[in-house]
């Protein structure tokens, strides 16, 4: 009687235990051709977790070792408008790091682990977003002029375009566009949109204001087919490296 009693609460750890590896480890899902490129998305990288959004924050250390995972395995680094240009050697499958809002630790903390592994990086500017701590013109500057960074723009104060008017939707999107522009000196190609938020008009103001491409919050790994509507891989504070294996083959790694 006892020993039965024992096996059944075995049984019902083994039980759940197995679905919380299956549901954190996605070892189960097919892989995705490595015709398609991965686009990865991040925010800050920062030894601080900080308090407002600490799932959004990667360590430098973290950083790192998905750079070693990425140089390892061969991927070929491009920013996001260079994937639509089709600068992608056939032999070799792209890989894009996209960094939302303008983190000033974008600048301090993983410029410098970029030039280590000459890896370049797409990062989407938010100018008037508030309560961030932003990179200043001249660390854009820098990172423009060493031909590892393209700066896209992400909205001029990070609100949400399914809900604004179309007015204020197009001039944020518009005013974005010239204010990179006008920091980077060269054409602002790629856009992000705050909150992954869009409604059915959203994407055609991006079309119209010229840029290239805008990437979404949506998670997977697929073929290029609309350049507005571009998947990425969300890379966050837990993500250990074995997950991000995961994620860089099947295109993400959890539930
Ligand atoms: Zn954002």
């Known amino acids: 009687m006892i020993l039965n009693m024992i096996l059944a609460i075995w049984l019902i750890i083994a039980t759940f235990g197995f679905i919380y590896l299956a549901a954190h480890y996605n070892f189960w899902r097919l892989k995705v051709s490595n015709d398609y490129p ?28 998905q750079l070693q995972y990425l140089k390892k395995n061969h991927y070929q680094f491009l920013t996001v408008s260079e994937l639509i240009t089709g600068q992608q050697a056939s032999y070799l499958t792209p890989v894009a790091l996209t960094f939302d809002d303008g983190f000033a630790d974008n600048y301090t ?18 100018p008037d977003m508030p309560k961030i701590n932003k990179l200043t013109n001249q660390q854009i500057q820098e990172m423009q002029a060493s031909g590892l960074v393209e700066f896209g723009a992400h909205t001029m ?60 919050v949506k998670k997977g790994i697929e073929a290029l087919t609309d350049p507005y509507m571009i998947k990425r891989i969300s890379v966050l504070g837990k993500t250990n490296i074995v997950q991000f294996h995961i994620a860089m083959t099947r295109g993400r790694y959890r539930v």
């Open 38 to 65: 991965r686009i990865l998305m991040y925010h800050s990288i920062n030894h601080n977790p900080g308090i407002s959004h600490p799932d959004l924050v990667v360590t430098p250390a973290n950083f790192k070792a």
């Open 109 to 126: 903390l993983m410029f410098p682990l970029l030039r280590e592994f000459n890896a370049k990086a797409t990062i989407f500017l938010c």
């Open 157 to 216: 104060t990070h609100l949400n375009l399914a809900l604004a008017s179309d007015d204020i939707a197009q001039n944020e999107i518009m005013q974005s566009k010239q204010h990179v522009e006008s920091i980077t000196g060269v054409t602002c190609n790629s856009f992000a949109y705050p909150y992954g938020r869009l409604n059915e008009r959203t994407a055609n103001y991006v079309k119209n204001a010229g840029f290239l491409c805008a990437v979404t």
